[in-house]
């Protein structure tokens, strides 16, 4: 019987040592990081700020956008490629113009009482054309 008690003994100390080295490691093992490969760790270039690779085909030299009027006649005074068409549309009218050699041109527009969306877009002779909105106020109010 004695030969039972200290094989049990034994036994048991060899099986808890066993499972306290496992309850001291194994949170360890676990935890062990792997590596990223190096393809995952980079970080891709940000793109760079891209500049208008073009020439603008289509400025508006006057008014200023969201300009207030208290006259509801304008002239509207802009600068595209030489002969192209614009387009002006406004709550009132729409109508074609071309400009002249040096690219400049002149619309003569009417305003409504408020806010007067004025949609222009320049066409040149490629086809290729440009899209402004400006918006003008027209008020019979002393500012």
Same mark, same amino acid.
């Given at each position: 019987?004695?030969?039972? %008690?200290?094989?049990?003994? %034994?036994?048991?100390?060899?099986?808890?040592?066993?499972?306290?080295? /496992?309850?001291?490691?194994?949170?360890?093992?676990?935890?062990?990081?792997?590596?990223?490969? $190096?393809?995952?760790?980079?970080?891709?270039?940000?793109?760079?700020?891209?500049?208008?690779?073009?020439?603008?085909?289509?400025?508006?030299?006057?008014?200023? +956008?969201?300009?207030?009027?208290?006259? +509801?006649?304008?002239? /509207? /005074?802009?600068?595209?490629?030489?002969?192209?068409?614009?387009?002006?549309?406004?709550?009132?009218?729409?109508? %074609?113009?071309?400009? +002249?050699?040096? =690219?400049?041109?002149?619309?003569?527009?009417?305003?409504? $009482?408020?806010?007067?969306?004025?949609?222009?877009?320049?066409? +040149?002779?490629? =086809?290729?054309? $440009?899209?402004?909105? /400006?918006?003008?106020?027209?008020?019979?109010?002393?500012?």
């Amino acid at each position: 019987m004695k030969k039972d %008690v200290i094989l049990a003994l %034994v036994a048991g100390f060899i099986i808890g040592s066993g499972i306290a080295i /496992l309850a001291v490691k194994l949170p360890v093992m676990l935890s062990t990081k792997v590596a990223p490969k $190096e393809e995952t760790n980079k970080t891709p270039p940000l793109p760079s700020a891209v500049t208008n690779l073009k020439d603008s085909l289509l400025t508006i030299n006057q008014p200023r +956008d969201q300009t207030i009027f208290n006259e +509801d006649g304008i002239t /509207l /005074l802009g600068k595209t490629k030489p002969s192209a068409a614009i387009v002006v549309e406004s709550p009132l009218t729409s109508n %074609v113009y071309e400009a +002249d050699k040096n =690219g400049s041109f002149s619309a003569k527009l009417k305003l409504t $009482e408020g806010g007067n969306p004025v949609y222009i877009t320049a066409i +040149d002779e490629t =086809g290729e054309s $440009e899209s402004k909105t /400006l918006t003008f106020f027209y008020s019979t109010e002393k500012l």
